[in-house]
Nanobody, 113 residues
């Protein structure tokens, strides 16, 4: 089970940090990810991090977002800086393991002045 938190209202140019705590040990998880879904759009991949710490970002967030993982707290983070209105969406965390993919509940990020 994944529990996401940290969403909220932020002004353009501001920052937020999302957290996603896992009830499953990270030792059983191959990769963690963050996805987002804006109104009227399909869910899209934002970033992933593997068990080896290799990261991948969609082009629109490169240089602004950073994914990290705490293997002791079994928590994955998404640091979002220089937020723009186009980043506004419901953000979902995901975990890939031997039994498939688990999704967290979404957390809403609103970017507005």
């Amino acid at each position: 089970q994944l529990q996401a938190s940290g969403g909220g209202l932020v002004q353009p140019g501001g920052s937020l940090r999302l957290s996603c705590a896992s009830s499953m040990s990270f030792r059983r998880i191959h990769a963690l990810g963050w996805y987002r879904q804006a109104p009227g759009n399909q869910r899209e991949l934002v970033t992933t991090i593997t068990s080896a710490g290799v990261t991948n970002y969609t082009d629109s967030v490169k240089g602004r977002f950073t994914i990290s993982r705490d293997n002791v707290r079994n928590t994955v983070y998404l640091q979002m800086n220089s937020l723009i209105p186009e980043d506004m969406a419901v953000y979902y965390c995901s975990a890939d393991h031997n039994w498939g993919r688990t999704w967290g509940q979404g957390t809403l990020v609103t970017v507005s002045s």
